[in-house]
């Protein structure tokens, strides 16, 4: 089960979330979400763990405690939805108007 784990202080690393969740069970994968410019955690990241059952128990277990003087919000991750725009359609977006004068 992919669980996302939310509200992650900045001085978090994969090995910290995997200590974590090691408690509960198997853990396939850990990533923290870093920034692709900087660096730096964008303050969430997913874990797999492949037994549902200790995936559940981690969830419950976790959601709601403190990591790092944050309060941590974990649940199963959702599918990422195709529509990446931001809920905008394509376009250039304004008018067609061209400068200048009208022309009739």
Do not use: Y
């Not at 996302?4 to 910290?16: H, I, Q, W, Y």
């Not at 549902?52 to 976790?62: E, F, N, R, V, Y």
Request: charged share 30%; hydrophobic share 30%; net charge positive.
């Amino acid at each position: 089960m992919n669980i996302f784990v939310g509200n992650l202080s900045r001085e978090v690393k994969d090995e910290d979330l995997r200590s974590l969740f090691e408690t509960f069970g198997e853990v396939a994968s850990v990533n923290v979400v870093k920034d692709k410019f900087s660096g730096e955690s964008r303050g969430f990241g997913f874990v797999e763990m492949p037994a549902k059952a200790s995936a559940q128990s981690a969830i419950t277990g976790l959601n709601g405690k403190e990591l790092k003087g944050r309060t941590i919000n974990v649940n199963e991750a959702r599918p990422r939805s195709d529509n990446r725009s931001g809920g905008r359609s394509g376009g250039s977006g304004g008018s067609r108007r061209s400068g200048g004068r009208r022309q009739f």
